[in-house]
């Protein structure tokens, strides 16, 4: 048996989509005040495209024009908004995530998240709602610098082991685990299109799927 679970956390612990768009729609009026772009329509769908990206991978897709520079001074302005939506209670867990996750660490699963937002965001969002004590480890892309979440995957399985199987719902999370050669899990309930999780060697539509299928596929 596979015993690390590596779990992406946007869009498949937590739902940040009202808390993400928010933030991201706060950095891009912030950019635009501060004569760092151009004013663009950005529409709701234009934010919750990007959330569960990279920061760069996200904010190149919405500042197509914007310097390097640019990007590095609103990479704090970001987590700022996020942080602030934090502190106004933004965001919540997807249904049925704190029973299943307690399930699966009584029944021996060692779990670990793995995810691109920022050093702060990820372990304030997993305290507030009660799970620290279920995670052997929480790594976060800025955290540990990594240049991608393949990179980040590696440090956990470097720390874990390679039993593992990764759990995600971006093309991102599968990339990940594929490129690490896990099997990996994905999530039709999050931010990603069909698309992205096609590839995924199993897919679950509820959270609380995951248990029953470990144990039906043996993985």
């Not at 987590?79 to 502190?87: A, G, S, T």
């Not at 390679?162 to 594929?178: F, H, L, T, Y």
Request: with cysteine; net charge negative; hydrophobic share 40%.
């Amino acid at each position: 048996m596979r015993d690390v679970l590596i779990f992406d956390m946007d869009g498949t612990l937590f739902d940040s989509r009202q808390l993400l768009s928010q933030a991201i729609d706060n950095t891009l009026q912030y950019a635009v005040e501060q004569d760092l772009h151009e004013h663009k329509s950005w529409t709701e769908a234009d934010r919750v495209a990007v959330i569960g990206l990279p920061f760069y991978d996200a904010f190149r897709w919405l500042l197509p024009e914007a310097s390097a520079e640019t990007l590095e001074m609103l990479e704090p302005v970001l987590d700022r908004f996020i942080l602030h939506e934090m502190d106004n209670g933004e965001g919540s867990l997807y249904e049925g995530v704190p029973d299943t996750l307690r399930q699966l660490k009584d029944e021996g699963y060692r779990l670990y998240v793995a995810s691109n937002g920022n050093a702060e965001y990820v372990p304030s969002a997993i305290e507030r709602e009660g799970l620290t004590d279920l995670f052997e480890g929480i790594y976060s892309v800025q955290q540990y610098q990594a240049v991608s979440k393949i990179n980040l995957v590696r440090l956990i399985l470097d720390d874990a082991g390679k039993d593992a199987v990764m759990i995600g719902d971006r093309a991102s999370d599968i990339e990940a685990g594929q490129e690490n050669g896990l099997p990996v899990i994905g999530c039709r309930f999050g931010f990603g299109s069909e698309e992205e999780v096609a590839t995924a060697n199993e897919l679950v539509d509820h959270f609380s799927d995951i248990p029953a299928l470990l144990k039906e596929k043996q993985i």
